[in-house]
């Protein structure tokens, strides 16, 4: 069972416009969630977290939006740079998951020059 | 470079022999978690050390899979008798966790390739 999902494989963006990023969870007990960057031949990178209190966290040009209710997150990045280019993970944790993370499948995202 | 370090990158094995990891964390960071990951999924957790503690497991990690953190620094993951199945990329990923229960911002290595043929 997928508790956290990513259903776009990938996304191509024009540089300079806004890129969108969607993540989906099924599990209600999640209360922590992040996103993560990951290049070719290198690990994931932290890039933003939100906690299930706030539902808007921003961090220069990464904003990540939580909608309880839907239970969906989203992370924007305005603008879209060619370095932005990698696989994005969305990631959550809580009680259910003794607090260890569990990981979408991840979202390709291509900036186009 | 002071981050967390992982060797071998690339291991190509014939089924049935044994392989052994090893990850070097970021050297302050006292917690030391072990990922797999396939393609085109995310990462799935398969264990977690609180210095040279064990603290838990995946239902992931069969009775093949050990890792050791001997010390509290550095940490080995060892697969044996290995299976075609077990071919994946294997993350490590560090953090300096409070004694809170809570999530850390964990910092990863680049992972080593495993290929069993």
């Known amino acids: 069972d997928q508790q956290v999902k990513q259903n776009s494989p990938s996304l191509s963006v024009q540089e300079g416009r806004i890129s969108i990023l969607n993540c989906d969870y099924t599990?209600?007990?999640?209360?922590?969630f992040l996103w993560y960057k990951k290049y070719p031949a290198e690990g994931p990178t932290f890039l933003i977290s939100?906690?299930?209190i706030k539902d808007k966290n921003e961090d220069g040009r990464f904003t990540v939006f939580l909608n309880k209710s839907a239970k969906h997150l989203s992370l924007h990045i305005v603008p879209s740079q060619p370095g932005d280019s990698a696989v994005y993970f969305c990631?959550?944790?809580?009680?259910?998951?003794?607090?260890?993370?569990?990981w979408g499948a991840g979202t390709k995202l291509i900036i186009k020059p | 470079d002071t981050g967390v370090s992982q060797n071998p990158r690339h291991k190509i094995t014939k089924r049935g022999q044994n392989v052994t990891f090893r990850c070097d964390p970021i050297?302050?960071?006292?917690?030391l978690y072990w990922y797999r990951q396939t393609l085109g999924q995310g990462p799935e957790f398969l264990t977690y050390?609180?210095?040279?503690?064990?603290?838990?497991k995946s239902r992931l990690l069969s009775d093949r899979f050990s890792a050791e953190r001997p010390k509290g620094s550095f940490s080995t993951l060892e697969i044996q008798r290995t299976e075609q199945g077990d071919s994946a990329m294997y993350l490590c990923?560090?953090?300096?966790?409070?004694?809170?229960?809570?999530?850390?911002?964990?910092?990863f290595g680049p992972g080593t390739r495993l290929t069993v043929l």
């Open positions: 990923a560090s953090s300096l966790g409070d004694s809170g229960r809570r999530t850390d911002t964990q910092y």
């Open positions: 050297s302050e960071h006292n917690r």
């Open positions: 599990n209600s007990m999640f209360d922590y």
């Open positions: 990631a959550a944790s809580g009680v259910d998951s003794n607090y260890q993370l569990i």
């Open positions: 050390f609180q210095n040279e503690a064990q603290l838990e």
């Open positions: 939100i906690s299930s």
